[in-house]
């Protein structure tokens, strides 16, 4: 739980939920191992049915990318299982159940601000617009816990070539569906929606800047940000916007959601690095869905040879 509004709710709360939840898998683990032992199959095809399942998805055949990880992948059940998704309610386990009936079809993402040629995108469009890749992230939350994720999309800066943002365009907005018809979680979500976030120009043209798109080979599950949204593998996870429905390019420096609400404990900047730590717990470790035992964070999540050019000269303790 990332909110101040209680705190005596920490991280240290989510701790429970998070072992009670890697002994489920573990015990399922065991069912699918009992199984495979019966039919005589391999344990090495079962232990990732939906690795399997991929070919038969949406996206089939993409192109891989050499900014994938070779890290082990978190499954399809723990990355659509444990979501931060405030809208849809402010438990792990809320997305995945009130995010099932939301509506992404009709789409459109508007693109607009300085750019030469405003523009509005439908799904269908987004989908051709450039070819889609592969790539295999590391995705670290502020609240200390990781994932490794086959993300599918192509670089967002596919969509500025288009566009054609202009010399006043020095930061780019993010901003969230948002209808409390549909999302009446909302109401309780305790930050200000719709979820908006921003990045700093070269950031969101840096080819690591992703449109996500799907997912596992397939599209986006609702509770990961369906049908469209940003992942930003070198930042912390509340920077990656779900379901987004607008993009401005803009001269100023955009409201973000996290650090409208809390500007100590969540800067505009928030990239991962374990030699600053949020003003409640360290950064210097993370734990990644399904291991007991901790691992070190990486700076900017190991993604260094590809962003930490942006940062030259900046002190990263003051722009945190
Ligand atoms: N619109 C919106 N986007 C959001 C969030 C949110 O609550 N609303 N949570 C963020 C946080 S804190 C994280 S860690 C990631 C989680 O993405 P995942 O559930 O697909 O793993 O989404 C980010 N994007
Ligand atoms: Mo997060």
């Not at 908006?196 to 840096?206: I, K, Q, S, Y």
């Not at 996290?258 to 928030?270: D, M, V």
């Amino acid at each position: 739980m990332m909110l101040q509004r209680k705190p005596d709710l920490t991280h240290a709360d989510v701790t429970p939920k998070e072992i009670y939840f890697n002994r489920r898998k573990f015990l399922q683990a065991m069912g699918f191992a009992g199984a495979a032992a019966v039919a005589g199959k391999g344990l090495l095809d079962l232990a990732s049915p939906r690795l399997d399942a991929r070919a038969a998805g949406k996206f089939p055949n993409l192109a891989k990318s050499p900014f994938s990880t070779t890290e082990k992948e978190s499954t399809f059940d723990e990355v659509t299982h444990y979501n931060n998704f405030y809208e849809f309610g402010v438990d792990k386990d809320q997305p995945a159940k009130n995010a099932q009936k939301f509506r992404t079809t009709p789409w459109t993402v508007s693109v607009e601000g300085e750019v030469k040629t405003k523009r509005k995108f439908s799904m269908d469009e987004i989908l051709k617009l450039a070819p889609l890749e592969e790539r295999i992230y590391r995705h670290r939350c502020v609240e200390g816990w990781s994932i490794v994720v086959p993300w599918i999309g192509f670089s967002l800066s596919e969509i500025a070539k288009l566009v054609e943002p202009g010399p006043k365009a020095k930061y780019v907005a993010f901003e969230s569906y948002y209808d409390l018809g549909q999302m009446p979680e909302g109401k309780y979500a305790g930050i200000q929606l719709p979820y908006v976030e921003g990045l700093r120009l070269d950031e969101a043209m840096n080819p690591l800047t992703l449109l996500c798109v799907g997912m596992y080979g397939d599209s986006l599950p609702n509770q990961d940000g369906a049908p469209v949204r940003i992942v930003i593998p070198w930042k912390y996870g509340f920077k990656s916007i779900k379901s987004i429905v607008k993009i401005r390019f803009v001269s100023g420096e955009p409201p973000c959601t996290w650090n409208i609400t809390n500007p100590r404990e969540y800067g505009f900047y928030s990239n991962v690095n374990p030699n600053v730590d949020h003003p409640r717990w360290s950064q210097a470790k993370e734990r990644r869905l399904g291991e007991i035992f901790k691992r070190p964070t990486l700076l900017f999540n190991g993604y260094q040879d590809q962003v930490a050019s942006l940062y030259t000269g900046m002190d990263l303790k003051k722009y945190y």
